[in-house]
């Protein structure tokens, strides 16, 4: 079983940074596919970022140029650098990770942040 644990939100005003961490337990971190995941006040949970390993990473438009997704293995730590925060990015950040092609089995419990304007 794997567990996820986030750590790093917190509030910002528009136009600055955060570091989001998530430490994977229980295997190998680069057993799995590892994303990040929002969710907004009444809007639906939406795709961040992920990272592969080995076969690289993925953005959503919304946040591509300025969110970083990173992985250290020896640390088992995805991370997640954000940059020119705006009000729309105010969310609940969970990290997620996949054993099988199309679907993340398992998810930290989250992080919140709020960006002021």
């Known amino acids: 079983q794997v567990q996820l644990t986030e750590s790093g939100g917190g509030l910002v005003q528009a136009g600055g940074s955060l570091r989001l961490a998530c430490v994977v337990s229980?295997?190998?971190?680069?057993?799995?596919?590892l994303g990040w995941f929002r969710q907004a006040p009444g809007k639906e949970r939406e795709f961040v970022a992920s990272?592969?390993?080995?076969?690289?990473?993925n953005y959503a438009a919304s946040v591509k140029g300025r969110f970083t997704i990173s992985l250290d293995t020896a640390k088992n730590t995805l991370s997640l650098q954000m940059n020119s925060l705006n009000s729309e990015d105010t969310a609940v950040y969970h990290c997620?990770?996949?054993?099988?092609?199309?679907?993340?089995?398992?998810w930290g419990q989250g992080t919140q942040v709020t960006v002021s304007s």
């Open positions: 997620a990770a996949g054993e099988t092609v199309g679907r993340y089995e398992y």
């Open positions: 990272f592969w390993f080995g076969r690289g990473v």
């Open positions: 229980g295997r190998t971190v680069t057993s799995y596919r």
